[in-house]
């Protein structure tokens, strides 16, 4: 099953939320510390009590890569973890030369066998084109994102009188010719959101920034009900996994996307 069927199967069930496994183990329950391996422990039973109800997952690769081989092992265990069924994304955030790019999709795609990837598009079609040849997987290319310092780059105002991340919204539409790219867009810039989202077409949608960052999900949602899309998945990280220091953590996050997904359907009612 490619990246696309996975995610149109969740998201025909209305799951648009997609867990951030940002898995710190200065966070996680202390209970876990007694495990040989805290982190995986704690990632399977987050996996367990959603894999049922989650639109994907997203794995930020810089809390694994962190750690050297062990976090490796524990970056493919988890990924195993979780199976075929739900889209993974490998949050690495990728973009070099084309050589450089080409070994890069070799991993995340072949090695860690991920189903999409996100990427910065600013050394151009030479960094994106390796993994958008992958045509079964889902390559999720920055437009705006959810950080403050944003503004530094991606919304400086070119010759043209668009912004930056309108242009990459631009290539990234020309990019497309496959359907596999799709694009980041911060939960956080929630007007730049009302006013862009004709653009992006049918492209599957990442939006980091509800939770921790101060995104409002009702917002988000009712933006894509009223523009009529619904090809779109919201990321939470830390405003979901660590809800709950408990024993019972892993019931806490299971009844916790519940209620997130109950809310997403009456918003799209």
């Not at 794995?59 to 490796?72: H, L, M, P, R």
């Not at 960052?213 to 830390?238: A, P």
Request: hydrophobic share 40%; glycine share 6%; with cysteine.
């Amino acid at each position: 099953m490619t990246a696309q069927e996975k995610l149109k199967n969740r998201i025909e069930k209305k799951y648009h939320i997609c867990i951030g496994l940002d898995s710190d183990v200065n966070k996680i329950p202390q209970h876990l510390l007694k495990f040989n391996n805290p982190i995986l422990e704690f990632n399977k039973r987050i996996i367990e009590s959603t894999i049922d109800s989650a639109a994907a997952y997203k794995i930020n690769f810089a809390f694994y890569e962190s750690w050297g081989i062990e976090g490796i092992k524990t970056l493919e265990q988890t990924i195993d973890f979780i199976g075929d069924d739900v889209v993974i994304i490998a949050d690495a955030k990728r973009g070099d030369i084309g050589n450089t790019s080409l070994k890069y999709a070799e991993s995340i795609f072949n090695h860690f066998r991920c189903d999409a990837v996100t990427l910065h598009p600013y050394m151009g079609i030479d960094s994106i084109e390796p993994f958008i040849n992958y045509t079964d997987k889902i390559s999720f290319i920055l437009g705006l994102t959810s950080n403050k310092s944003s503004a530094d780059f991606e919304k400086q105002i070119l010759s043209s009188g668009k912004f930056l991340y309108q242009e990459v919204i631009e290539k990234t539409n020309e990019w497309n010719i496959n359907n596999n790219c799709g694009l980041v867009f911060g939960a956080t810039n929630i007007s730049e959101l009302k006013e862009n989202i004709p653009s992006f077409n049918e492209m599957p949608i990442l939006l980091p920034g509800v939770g921790a960052q101060g995104g409002s999900l009702e917002e988000v949602v009712s933006t894509f009900y009223q523009n009529n899309k619904n090809n779109f998945i919201i990321n939470i990280s830390r405003g979901l996994i660590y809800i709950d220091e408990t024993e019972s953590f892993d019931k806490s996050v299971k009844n916790k996307l519940l209620e997130l997904n109950q809310q997403i359907a009456k918003l799209l009612m």
